[in-house]
């Protein structure tokens, strides 16, 4: 890891320019995002719902100064109070939306809000293969949700991507999130544990109900999963649906309990 003055030196040479504003790095920068971007990230603060993680908006990031070591050594996090292996064992604080319709996932979390800075970051990752951006954005994912995810996660499992998507783009972007935070928690990445087993049209066009039906029963568990504790990662949260079917099929698998842990998410979209 380069020093503060090496850093320096290098900028002077080469200068380092964000991926997404093309600016100067500058202060505050979490390479290759520059500090005026990372600091215009809407964060969204403690979960108000066990299930879908449905949390406010807040321009502060996570406060470390009650941050324990033993969160980043294999157990994600403090135990939450009324959680059983199987979510929440009195659900006292569910939203309206999973009042109606609770999610097949335990539980969800999502450090920021899909706008912005934030949304073009993402579209850059995923788009015009900017690889080095799954840093910031995993550890951003991680630093604003660890104090809110539960303990005994026994891995990590990237949403898996369409083989021919994977193809085009060279690269399954969960799968580059879901490397860096099981990496900072101490846990495994397990990506044979749950397989896409048909083709699916893109969901950025379709509404709630037809990406429901587009998802259904894309995804296959392996028989590892069963009695574990796994937590899924993909990049955004609008809907739910793909999150949804695969937390189904985990669960399907013996899955003993499934959580959802994103970078970002849409807001005022039914989960």
Same mark, same amino acid.
């Given at each position: 890891m380069?020093?503060?003055?090496?850093?320096?030196a290098l900028?002077?040479?080469?200068?380092?320019?964000?991926?997404? #504003?093309?600016?100067?790095?500058?202060?505050?920068? +979490?390479?290759?995002?520059?500090?005026? #971007?990372w600091g @215009?990230?809407?964060?969204?603060?403690p979960?108000? #719902?066990?299930? #879908?993680?449905?949390?406010? /908006?807040t321009? @502060?990031?996570?406060?470390?100064?009650?941050?324990?070591?033993?969160?980043?050594?294999?157990? @994600?996090?403090?135990?939450?109070?009324?959680?059983?292996?199987?979510?929440?064992?009195?659900?006292?604080?569910?939203c309206?939306?999973c009042t109606?319709?609770? /999610?097949?996932?335990?539980?969800?979390?999502?450090?920021?809000v899909?706008?912005g &800075?934030?949304?073009?970051?993402?579209? &850059?990752?995923?788009?015009?293969?900017?690889?080095?951006?799954?840093?910031?954005?995993?550890?951003?994912?991680?630093?604003?949700c660890?104090?809110?995810? /539960?303990?005994?996660?026994?891995?990590?499992?990237?949403?898996?991507?369409a083989?021919?998507?994977e193809?085009?783009?060279?690269?399954?972007?969960a799968?580059?999130? &879901?490397?860096?935070?099981a990496?900072?928690?101490?846990?495994?990445?397990?990506?044979?544990?749950?397989?896409?087993?048909?083709?699916?049209?893109?969901?950025?066009?379709?509404?709630?109900?037809e +990406?429901r039906?587009?998802?259904?029963?894309a995804?296959?568990a392996?028989?590892?999963?069963?009695?574990?504790?796994?937590?899924?990662?993909?990049d955004?949260?609008?809907?739910?649906?793909?999150?949804?079917?695969?937390a189904?099929a985990?669960?399907?698998?013996?899955?003993?309990?499934?959580g959802?842990?994103?970078?970002?998410?849409?807001l005022?979209?039914?989960?």
């Amino acid at each position: 890891m380069p020093s503060g003055f090496s850093l320096a030196a290098l900028d002077l040479v080469f200068p380092a320019l964000c991926s997404v #504003c093309q600016a100067s790095l500058g202060p505050g920068r +979490r390479d290759p995002l520059c500090g005026r #971007c990372w600091g @215009a990230i809407t964060r969204l603060g403690p979960p108000g #719902c066990d299930a #879908c993680g449905l949390a406010s /908006p807040t321009r @502060a990031p996570f406060d470390w100064s009650g941050a324990t070591e033993h969160r980043w050594a294999g157990a @994600a996090g403090p135990s939450e109070v009324g959680l059983s292996e199987r979510g929440p064992a009195a659900p006292a604080h569910l939203c309206g939306a999973c009042t109606i319709d609770r /999610p097949e996932y335990d539980y969800a979390r999502s450090a920021a809000v899909y706008e912005g &800075a934030l949304r073009e970051a993402l579209h &850059a990752f995923k788009f015009s293969g900017k690889r080095a951006l799954a840093r910031p954005l995993g550890d951003l994912a991680l630093e604003q949700c660890v104090a809110s995810l /539960p303990d005994g996660i026994d891995a990590a499992i990237a949403v898996p991507l369409a083989r021919e998507r994977e193809r085009e783009r060279g690269f399954n972007q969960a799968a580059l999130l &879901a490397q860096r935070i099981a990496g900072r928690l101490g846990v495994p990445t397990r990506p044979r544990w749950l397989a896409r087993v048909r083709a699916t049209r893109p969901q950025s066009d379709l509404t709630a109900a037809e +990406r429901r039906a587009n998802v259904r029963g894309a995804f296959q568990a392996s028989p590892q999963v069963a009695g574990r504790h796994v937590l899924v990662v993909d990049d955004v949260l609008t809907t739910g649906a793909t999150l949804r079917e695969c937390a189904r099929a985990l669960h399907d698998g013996g899955a003993r309990r499934v959580g959802v842990l994103t970078v970002a998410r849409v807001l005022h979209a039914a989960v």
